[in-house]
């Protein structure tokens, strides 16, 4: 079966061309780490003693994993590098391009391989875009051992893998990596002369190879694209030698560095984050937070919207110009959008931070939604009702009803509320 049949994105590991001197591939692909060793991060799953360690230096057969982890932090390599140890055939497919007739073709010949007593590690990259079916598909496979499953995903396992293959499955969650892990590997490409960059004469200075595993967040490839892109646009100097500074990297490194996916979880955790900071009146943290949702791209009306959910859920009557402030701020940022919409979303954000703070409005309604929903049946007190009719009036609709703008006493002596609810109260002091 070719390749383009199987949806397959490279060769077998054993004979892989990952970590290879090819100047046409781009610099992270070329400095792929070729063994276990060589791999940077994630030590509380690959260090001495650890899980996947100790499967790989035991020689045990590789249970089927789910990657969870960021973009850059190392999921495809390790991925690979777990097949060439697990020895047998390596296929993969992309979620993005495969579908249920490429992953049948994959597992038919994972089962040609089985039947020859040759293990297939099956490696689905972005796994959680598989939908329902085409992860139901894998079920069997992955359960009577035809293959062993490695997906890889960016989203939280949690919610888009199906449960059934999940506990066929070990969730490894690989963190963002270290400066320290990213700073190493920067001088690993800048000192290789087969794979990295130093043919190319590029140096950069520690501070600034400093900066720039800081500014990567945490993700390797955004780490070696930015750097090889600032090094192809230095001219070399009378030296011969491309001298790379901040700005040529900062200029590379763009957007790149806001890890930041509208449609993913860091979404929602950025704006969770950020209203958390609010409601802790913490207003360093509330502007921090909200620029790394604006300069990653945040939709900005999405995050007016959640300040004017705060400035009435947790300021509310403490101070109720929260609200005004958050409404303000929601109209002019439709009006002008950004990047002047800005200002009032930052106004805001500080106002809510500094404002006093009260959850009574929350607390009052949901208890008095509690009531309303164990009382559901109660009627409307006779002297509430309007009556419109004669017949309504005569029932004694409206009677004993008390205008207050006309006799104030009706204010402490009439009760507005059930029977079954007399005395009630929802606000503290009352």
Excluded at 27 to 46: C, I, K, N, S, W
Excluded at 348 to 357: E, F, Q, V, W
């Amino acid at each position: 079966m070719s390749r383009e049949e199987t949806g397959q994105l490279f060769d077998d590991p054993h004979d892989s061309h990952e970590g290879s001197g090819d100047v046409s591939s781009p610099l992270a692909d070329r400095m792929r780490p070729r063994t276990l060793d060589e791999f940077v991060g994630q030590a509380h799953l690959v260090g001495p003693g650890k899980p996947l360690r100790k499967v790989v230096e035991r020689g045990g057969r590789l249970p089927s994993l789910i990657l969870w982890g960021g973009p850059g932090t190392g999921k495809t390599t390790l991925a690979r590098l777990l097949a060439r140890h697990a020895g047998g055939e390596f296929l993969a497919l992309s979620a993005v391009f495969s579908g249920v007739k490429e992953l049948r073709s994959a597992i038919d010949e994972a089962r040609r391989n089985q039947r020859r007593g040759k293990t297939t590690v099956l490696f689905v990259d972005e796994i959680h875009r598989f939908n329902k079916a085409q992860q139901d598909a894998l079920l069997p496979a992955v359960e009577d051992g035809t293959v062993v499953l490695i997906g890889a995903t960016t989203e939280n396992p949690s919610f888009e893998v199906n449960g059934a293959l999940l506990s066929r499955s070990r969730v490894l969650v690989l963190n963002p990596l270290a400066e320290d892990d990213l700073a190493l590997i920067i001088r690993r490409a800048l000192g290789d002369d087969e794979r990295g960059l130093a043919g190319l004469g590029v140096s950069v200075s520690d501070e600034d190879v400093g900066l720039l595993a800081r500014a990567s967040g945490g993700d390797a490839r955004v780490a070696l694209t930015t750097l090889e892109s600032a090094a192809l646009a230095t001219e070399p100097g009378e030296d011969g030698a491309r001298h790379v500074d901040w700005e040529a990297l900062s200029d590379a490194l763009g957007r790149a560095r806001y890890a930041y996916d509208k449609q993913g979880e860091d979404h929602y955790n950025l704006i969770s984050a950020l209203i958390k900071s609010l409601r802790n009146s913490d207003a360093n943290a509330g502007l921090y937070w909200l620029a790394r949702l604006i300069e990653g791209g945040a939709d900005p009306v999405f995050i007016v919207r959640r300040l004017c959910i705060l400035a009435s859920e947790d300021v509310g009557i403490a101070d109720p110009q929260a609200m005004v402030q958050a409404a303000a701020a929601a109209q002019i940022v439709q009006l002008i959008g950004l990047p002047e919409g800005l200002y009032p979303l930052a106004q805001a954000t500080l106002y809510l931070a500094n404002a006093p703070k009260s959850n009574v409005v929350k607390r009052a309604y949901f208890a008095a939604a509690e009531d309303a929903r164990a009382t559901a049946r109660e009627a409307v007190p006779l002297h509430l009702r309007n009556a419109v009719t004669s017949l309504m009036k005569s029932a004694g609709y409206g009677a004993g009803y008390r205008y207050v703008h006309d006799d104030p006493g009706a204010k402490g002596e009439m009760d507005c509320l059930p029977e079954a609810l007399r005395g009630r109260r929802y606000l503290p002091g009352e």
